[in-house]
């Protein structure tokens, strides 16, 4: 389950993240305008920026998998230098692929975890309520702030951009 | 699992509306402005208005856990005619009741139910991809919108106001 809440979905969400920016990147180029405009958009001035809430998006997805998975060492680095769309592309990917090394096995000891964040003075949580009370909250904030700044300044995206494909029954 | 994740989590996030609401109802006062303009606010012209967001996302706790516990006929209905605060909290409040409700034994079927909406046609899905594709990306789209839309009018609400109380081990 947390295999699938925080690995396979937040791969799904990252994917649906690139979608809005490839829409955004074909927003700019009708209106005419530098995707920067968007990149640096926020909906408050005390706000991140676009390219700020990707970051914290790909962020999210790779510490949340690591912490739960008892392996935060193994999490690539990022500096978060981007400033463009094609930056973004591809630390998205490279997020995705790491997820991509995950398996479920590696999650069997998740729910029992006691894990501490670098900020929290030493407080722990275990697995379980770090899952569901702080990584996939915090996933879904970023997601959706990126949407809403996009959607705020005219991209032509919708609720299935951000949901992406279910899984059906065949 | 399901328990935690679309009950306990869906109404603490509905707390975290609330608090938020509280907080817009300040900044209204403050302002003195009516709260209606708040309530009517939206951040695109096609999207859909703050009122309109509280309540999707009390829909989508309430017939979220009531589906995945196959007791979709035990939610209890709400017309969408608030238009005020109090309104809204009694919404919230009516939903947060109904899901305490619920016990963990309830989802013990859950992750294998198969669920088909009214809309999909006959389409299924598991429980668990419904519980992780659809209902909790749907309470947090919708939730973030809500403080999207507050934030950029300028409420002075922040990412604690949103994750709410954290469980954190003694």
Known sequence: MFYDLTVVQASKMLGSLKTMLEKA???????????EVLLT??????????????QICCDTAKLGAAR????????????????TLEELYARIASVQDYLATYKELDFADTAAREISLPWLDGKKMLGSAFAINFVVPNLYFHV??????????????????YLGSIPFLD
Chains 1, 2 share one sequence.
């Open 68 to 83: 739960l998975a008892g392996k935060a060492e193994s999490a690539p680095k990022h500096e978060d230098t981007e400033t």
């Open 25 to 35: 990147a074909l927003f700019a180029e009708a209106k005419k305008i530098n995707p």
């Open 41 to 54: 958009s926020r909906l408050a001035p005390d706000q991140f920026s676009l390219i700020r809430q990707v």
């Open 144 to 161: 959706t702030t990126a949407f809403s700044i996009l959607r705020h300044n005219g991209v032509d995206i919708g609720k299935l951009d």
